[in-house]
Structures are given as structure tokens and as C-alpha cells.
């Protein structure tokens, strides 16, 4: 009896450390993700400050006018 007492209590531990390893990687993991929302939310307020907010003048970005000038004086 004292085997199958020894035996049982190491499956028990062996359990418990499992649930404990699985009890961190859940803790690192919701860090992560809390971490990685922040970033994205506060990305998105700084770009739409920059880039939404501004005054930016009316003319077209894609022309090739300058792409006929000389560049090198």
C-alpha cells in the first residue's frame, strides 16, 4: 500500500506543477495582450493626430513634376 500512496502523491504533484506552469504561461500571456492592445490603441491616437487632425495642403501627392527637374544643383 505504501507504493501505491508514494505513487499517487507523485502523479498529484506532478499534476499540481503542471497546473501551476499552465497558471504563468496564461499570466505571461494575458500581459502580452494587454500590452500589445495599449500599443495598437495608442499607435492609432498619435497617427490620427498626425495625420487626420492636420491642416495638409490641397495639392496632389502622386504628380511627376518634379520627377523633370535637376536635382543635383
Known amino acids: 500500500m505504501k507504493k501505491k500512496d508514494k505513487k499517487e502523491k507523485e502523479l498529484a504533484c506532478?499534476?499540481?506543477?503542471?497546473?501551476?506552469?499552465a497558471k504563468i504561461a496564461l499570466a505571461i500571456t494575458g500581459v502580452g495582450v494587454v500590452a500589445g492592445v495599449t500599443l495598437v490603441i495608442g499607435i492609432d491616437r498619435?497617427?490620427?493626430n498626425?495625420?487626420?487632425?492636420?491642416?495638409w495642403p490641397?495639392?496632389?501627392?502622386?504628380s511627376d513634376d518634379?520627377?523633370?527637374?535637376?536635382?543635383?544643383n
Open 50 to 55: 498626425i495625420f487626420v487632425h492636420e491642416n
Open 14 to 21: 506532478e499534476a499540481k506543477g503542471l497546473s501551476d506552469a
Open 46 to 48: 498619435v497617427m490620427k
Open 58 to 62: 490641397d495639392e496632389e501627392w502622386s
Open 66 to 72: 518634379w520627377a523633370g527637374e535637376d536635382l543635383e
